[in-house]
Each structure stands twice: as C-alpha cells, then as structure tokens.
T-cell receptor, first 115, second 117 residues
C-alpha cells in the first residue's frame, strides 16, 4: 500500500511569491491534515480536510489556504510568502471517521525555504 | 492551556537500557485516542503506538509500550532495550472531539531522545 506522497520535496521561493504544495493520501483515507513544523514553534496544525470540506482550522493567517479534491488529494497554497514561512510542511492522512483509533500517517514533507 | 504536555525537551539513555518519555494530556471528552510518533533526523513522522481511552490494557508494539494512567491523564511511552536507531524526536498526540464532531489531532512539543553507545 502506497504511503502519503508529498510533492515537491524541496522548494525555494522569494518573498512575495506564492506556492502550492500537493499531498496524495493513502488510498481509502478521506482526511488530510496539514502541519507547519519549525525549530522554534514545533508542529503547528494548519487545517484538516475531510470529504472535500475543511473540518478544522488552526490559527494561521488567511494567506494559508487549502482544498481537497474528490479523490482525497489535497493542495495547500501560501500566498505573499514571508521569510517566516520557511518551514517543513507535513501532510498527514487518516480514515477520518468517528472512531478514535485512527492514527495519522505522514508524508515525508515539503521543505520550503524563503529567500 | 496546553492540551498535550511533554516536559522533557531532551533525554539521554544508554544503549540496551529502558527509557520513559512523559506525556500528560487534558481533555473533557470521554472518548479519545492517544498516539506516539517518532521523527528521525531525516524528517519523516512514523506512527509508533496507539491507546484508546476505553482500553484497559496498556498498548504494546515491539519494544514500545504505552503506560496509560487514565486518572492521572498520562500516557508515557516506554522504550525497552533502547537501540541506536531509537535516537529521534518523539511526539505524543491526542485525537479528541468525537463528541463535538471536530476530531482534532493535537501534538505535544516533543522530546528529543539520544541513545548512547
């Protein structure tokens, strides 16, 4: 069974640009969550999509947005990039159902560097 | 208030010895799940072990076990016979929100474990 796939693995952008990151979940998983990980702030939750709807949202500015397609693949978009957006962005998928015993499975992440 | 608290930023353990990584949580839900993840220096997050709030037995998975004390709201990870490959950052996480329908995953700040040869 293929794992969670994130593309690209590495990305270098400049301030003011925008970026789109992609995540393909494990087959059958309907929930996709996005996290930002930095040395100073740790793992911070961005948002979660379930069946094409945003179900949960963290405390990030509106420059951070996402969407989920009917095949559960998800994209995250960051507009007007700032230096502080440099981070490892992790995508995680899970079944997303009502039962608690559903771990999230993570992709390898996209490392975004802003110059 | 922190929902998941990991009080040990870093720990050292001698190879082949056991080590306990602490995790306390806070939730008003009756039904919730507790997870531990490992993140090696390469960056990927690896799911290790799960404990449900209604599970009476402590979860075990290979040389990992979860010491679940519900009344104290703690879910400590015990690594028996540490191996050099266990050196990594370890995150405790909770899934709550079944009652409210939000199903949120909340992560702690992590504990960096270094296994010494």
């Amino acid at each position: 069974k293929a794992g969670v796939t994130q593309t690209p693995r590495y990305l270098i952008k400049t301030r003011g640009q925008q970026v789109t990151l992609s995540c393909s979940p494990i087959s059958g998983h309907r929930s996709v969550s996005w996290y930002q990980q930095t040395p100073g702030q740790g793992l911070q939750f961005l948002f979660e999509y379930f069946s094409e709807t945003q179900r949960n949202k963290g405390n990030f500015p509106g420059r951070f947005s996402g969407r989920q397609f009917s095949n559960s693949r998800s994209e995250m978009n960051v507009s007007t990039l700032e230096l502080g957006d440099s981070a490892l962005y992790l995508c995680a998928s899970s079944l997303g159902g009502r039962f608690g015993n559903q771990p999230q499975h993570f992709g390898d992440g996209t490392r975004l560097s802003i110059l | 208030a922190q929902k998941i608290t990991q009080t040990q930023p870093g720990m050292f353990v001698q190879e082949k010895e056991a080590v306990t990584l602490d995790c306390t949580y806070d939730t008003s839900d009756q039904s919730y799940g507790l997870f531990w993840y490992k993140q090696p220096s390469s960056g990927e997050m690896i799911f290790l072990i799960y404990q449900g709030s209604y599970d009476e037995q402590n979860a075990t998975e290979g040389h990992y076990s979860l010491n679940f004390q519900k009344a104290r709201k703690s879910a400590n990870l015990v690594i028996s016979a540490s191996q050099l490959g266990d050196s990594a950052m370890y995150f405790c996480a909770m899934r709550e929100g079944r009652d409210s329908g939000t199903y949120k995953y909340i992560f702690g700040t992590g504990t960096r474990l270094k296994v010494l040869a």
